[in-house]
């Protein structure tokens, strides 16, 4: 099972939906990184994957995105060949 990593903030709805889905009903264990008071990994993350909004969710070394396109990428069928890598 791969690593899935999210990049939250205490106050975001979407990332406490990305996490409860990913929890819920794909059965992954998520690593939720926490950047509501640490500027220098929001920074990071804004220079690594061009967004500046959380959640930021990564699949090993994959870059998915935000809330929309984790479930849009499940939609399509390409995020449990993802998790399962």
Avoid: N
Avoid at 28 to 55: C, F, K, N, S
Avoid at 57 to 78: K, N, P, S
């Amino acid at each position: 099972m791969a690593t899935v990593r999210v990049y939250t903030t205490t106050y975001c709805g979407y990332c406490t939906a990305a996490k409860r889905f990913l929890e819920q009903v794909k059965g992954v264990t998520v690593e939720e990184i926490d950047v509501t008071q640490d500027m220098a990994q929001r920074q990071w993350l804004a220079q690594t994957t061009g967004q500046r909004t959380v959640p930021q969710i990564f699949v090993g070394d994959t870059h998915i995105g935000g809330y929309t396109d984790l479930r849009a990428l499940d939609a399509e069928g390409g995020l449990d060949p993802l998790l399962t890598a």
